[in-house]
């Protein structure tokens, strides 16, 4: 799903300035929501760290910095699943992982 998808499936009016906007003012609210899910999921990582002080200098990442995100969203999603998996409900655990997860897939949502 893309980002303007996306953006039309949470609000249309929120696609609509999206659509609008500059490039300039589209990396400027990607780096805004990947900082916002990373600091509201609690994410600590050197590969997000990293990928974000590209995104904060306007430097597209490299495939490898695609791949480490990629791989730490994985493995956050595996530990959300096996946390999950024992329980019909979902913990505040396993939510938590969840969270993580998104916030590691911003940045690669994000472009770069």
Do not use: W
Not at 64 to 91: C, G, H, M
């Amino acid at each position: 799903m893309g980002t303007i998808s996306r953006f039309e499936a949470l609000s249309a009016s929120l696609a609509a300035a999206y659509r609008q906007a500059s490039d300039d003012q589209r990396r400027r609210a990607a780096l805004a929501m990947c900082l916002l899910a990373v600091e509201q999921a609690e994410l600590q990582s050197g590969e997000v760290d990293g990928a974000l002080a590209l995104l904060r200098r306007d430097i597209a990442g490299s495939r490898d910095v695609q791949q480490k995100l990629d791989r730490l969203a994985e493995q956050l999603d595996e530990e959300y699943f096996r946390l999950s998996e024992d329980t019909e409900n979902i913990t505040p655990e396993s939510l938590v992982m969840y969270r993580k997860a998104r916030a590691a897939a911003a940045r690669g949502d994000a472009g770069g």
